[in-house]
Every structure is written in C-alpha cells, then in structure tokens.
C-alpha cells in the first residue's frame, strides 16, 4: 500500500507479495517513490488481527494510522502500526503472525 500526498495506492500482483515460501513464482512490478511517500507492506495478520469481538483491525484502521503518523520516520510508522494493533487486539491470542516493512523517501 503507497500513501502519497493524502492518496492510496494498491500496489498489487500476482503470488505471494510478502513472504518466504519455496518453489513460488513472483511477479515483478516498479513503482518511482517520491519525497514523503510511504510504502506498507503488510501480511494479513495485521489487517486480520481481531478483538475481544472477533471485528477484524481491517485495512480502514491501517490505513488511519499510516496517514496520522505520515510525516514521522517510517520506523515511527511501523511502532504506531504495532501498538495499534496491539491496543486493538487487547490481549486477544491471534491466529497469524505480524510481518511488516515500512519505507518512507526522505531528502536526507
């Protein structure tokens, strides 16, 4: 997921985008990251990650995140995106694990 400038971008493709399995194709697709840009890549275990209702975090809460926190640092994102999770989750056992990079261009 790309956030530029206040707007979304799906980055999609085909196989697994994020993970380590063997014997898998990959397909292979650019995107040109701008000064400010910030880049999510996710498993579902942050979007899937449920509360003591079983509602799911969801992509609209990831998304919320990503944008309050967007002028830090991407490991001040990644922190936010954990703790929001795990404030979510309140304790909850989840059925998958977290995976998440962060990446944000910078001019320094």
Known sequence: MLYR???WRRLDAEGVILGVTEEFSFEQREVVLREADVLALYTDGVTEAMDTQEELFGEGRL????AT???ASS???A?????AV????AGESQHDDITLVV???TSE
């Open 86 to 89: 795990t404030e979510f989750a």
């Open 5 to 7: 400038g206040g707007e």
């Open 63 to 66: 998304k919320q995140v990503i």
């Open 69 to 71: 926190n967007a002028r």
């Open 103 to 105: 990446l944000k261009l």
């Open 79 to 83: 922190h936010a995106i954990v703790q």
């Open 75 to 77: 490991e001040e994102i």
